[in-house]
């Protein structure tokens, strides 16, 4: 089993910055990557951002050179830090687990960007 805990959520002004954290515990074996998704009222939950264990990353492009993913594979964590932050950004976040053949999530931190 593992469990991932999410941290970091809260209401930001517009042009703002959030940093959302993520661990993992538990039996983290085989570990290919992790990430973060979002889900904002009425629509699908999306990829925001991934990054694999060796480091490779993928952003979507909403996000790019806005967010960055990173990692500390010593804690089985990863971070997004949340620059300039708009208000077509506000969603619940979801962190992602990639554990063995089988995917975790988080219960999600409410992110909410507005004025």
């Known amino acids: 089993q593992v469990q991932l805990v999410e941290s970091g959520g809260g209401l930001m002004q517009p042009g703002g910055s959030l940093r959302l954290s993520c661990e993992a515990s538990?039996?983290?074996?085989?570990?290919?990557?992790m990430g973060w998704f979002r889900q904002a009222p009425g629509k699908q939950r999306e990829l925001v951002a991934t990054i694999t264990y060796d480091g490779s990353t993928n952003y979507a492009d909403s996000v790019k050179g806005r967010f960055t993913i990173s990692r500390d594979n010593a804690k089985n964590a990863v971070y997004l830090q949340m620059n300039s932050l708009k208000p077509e950004d506000t969603a619940v976040y979801y962190c992602?687990?990639?554990?063995?053949?089988?995917?975790?999530w988080g219960q999600g931190t409410q992110v909410t960007v507005s004025s």
């Open positions: 538990g039996s983290i074996f085989s570990i290919r990557g």
């Open positions: 992602l687990g990639m554990v063995g053949e089988y995917d975790y």
